[in-house]
């Protein structure tokens, strides 16, 4: 049934787009007929006349099917049929040469927009006119339609020359769009990518960790009650305890920001303040805030900001071994500032992103990059300080 529908609309466009030529030679073959009929009417020139011009027609409405290595053959059997029909209706000549061969001419640009064959197939066409016409008429009938041949010749091409451009720079605007729409595609693609390796990141850097852990500290308390050791069999327990507490708490932060992405409004300074309440609930850290930010950010900065503040949380939690945090969110000369310092023993930043598994720190550099910013880090035994700044999109002052 579906099939059914496309066939009837595709023959609906076909008819559609070949009306007003078919409307044309409808005109064409009245003409001529009325022309013949005024001055001498001829009953088997007009019905021989009539099935040729059917013929043309039948042709002209199957022309889609004509290929490049076909249309010289199309175009001789159109052409003989346009001059047969001229010297058959003697006194109504002037309607099938006038009316016929501008189209045929035309219509060659459909195939190829070579000036070479358009006027090759033009220069065709009048010869088949000047014998035609000077076949069944004379040179006066001859000099008085052949102005309007031209014009008509003129007017036919620069409309089809016209119409061609348009379908070129339609089908250009297609492609275009075409490969507009492949690009996103390939820009979501890219995106959900690396969303996925982002997650798959955070799972393993806290379940599948937290868990390897509560695994040997339960293992390790269950050595020590086979030897009834209990005393240290209940401290390493309550170590477990704390450690599937801040795996939990890590968890649920997870589960927080991918919440996040989906809502609708994101209040930056309740966000950050809800990062460092997971942060100190999970570690028993504390955190010293300063909030001096006074516009507001627009979607795209408020969502990569928090990202950044809960990986360096996240790092300073697992790498750090620090007892004091503080986080620092402000701007200054139309930039946002976020500084993360704390006073743990600190890392070697020349190996950011070297060991497998851990690119926390590398893809905090990609998401600054993303809102066009510039991060800076200095870790020491004494502590790490990570800063970073970005340019403020034009927003309203809170």
């Not at 013949?36 to 409405?61: C, R």
């Not at 060659?108 to 000077?134: H, N």
């Not at 979501?188 to 868990?211: F, I, K, S």
Request: charge should be neutral.
């Amino acid at each position: 049934m579906l099939n059914e529908k496309n066939g009837m609309q595709s023959i609906s466009e076909l008819f559609a787009s070949r009306l007003p030529t078919i409307i044309w030679l409808s005109i064409v073959y009245a003409g001529t007929i009325v022309l013949q009929f005024l001055k001498d009417p001829l009953i088997l020139e007009s019905a021989v006349f009539t099935g040729l011009f059917t013929l043309h027609v039948l042709l002209h409405w199957n022309s889609y099917r004509i290929t490049q290595k076909t249309f010289w053959i199309y175009f001789s059997i159109q052409a003989v049929l346009v001059y047969l029909c001229a010297i058959l209706m003697r006194d109504g000549y002037q309607a099938v040469l006038v009316g016929l061969l501008p189209i045929l001419i035309a219509q060659s640009l459909g195939y190829s927009f070579r000036v070479k064959r358009v006027i090759f197939i033009s220069f065709i066409s009048i010869i088949v006119f000047f014998d035609s016409a000077l076949t069944v008429g004379d040179t006066d009938e001859l000099l008085v339609f052949l102005p309007i041949f031209i014009l008509m010749l003129i007017v036919v091409l620069a409309y089809a020359i016209l119409f061609f451009k348009q379908v070129q720079e339609r089908l250009r605007i297609q492609s275009f769009l075409e490969d507009l729409r492949e690009a996103h595609e390939k820009v979501e693609e890219l995106t959900l990518a690396n969303e996925r390796q982002r997650m798959a990141r955070d799972l393993h850097d806290t379940l599948a960790q937290g868990v390897a852990g509560l695994i040997m500290r339960l293992e390790a308390a269950d050595a020590h009650m086979s030897q009834n050791h209990t005393e240290r069999a209940h401290e390493i327990i309550g170590q477990s305890m704390q450690q599937a507490r801040r795996t939990l708490a890590e968890a649920r932060r997870a589960i927080d920001n991918l919440r996040l992405k989906s809502a609708p409004e994101i209040d930056f300074k309740e966000a950050v303040a809800d990062e460092i309440e997971h942060f100190n609930e999970a570690t028993g850290i504390i955190v010293t805030k300063d909030y001096r930010l006074n516009k507001r950010l627009s979607r795209l900065q408020m969502e990569h900001s928090l990202h950044i503040i809960k990986e360096c949380l996240t790092n300073i939690a697992r790498h750090a071994k620090a007892d004091k945090v503080c986080v620092s969110v402000s701007s200054h000369n139309d930039k946002l500032i976020v500084e993360i310092r704390d006073n743990g023993i600190g890392f070697k930043t020349d190996d950011i992103g070297k060991d497998a598994g851990h690119y926390g720190l590398l893809g905090l550099k990609e998401r600054v990059r993303l809102i066009g910013g510039e991060v800076y880090m200095n870790s020491t035994s004494e502590g790490t300080t990570i800063k970073f700044a970005a340019p403020l999109t034009k927003g309203e002052r809170i």
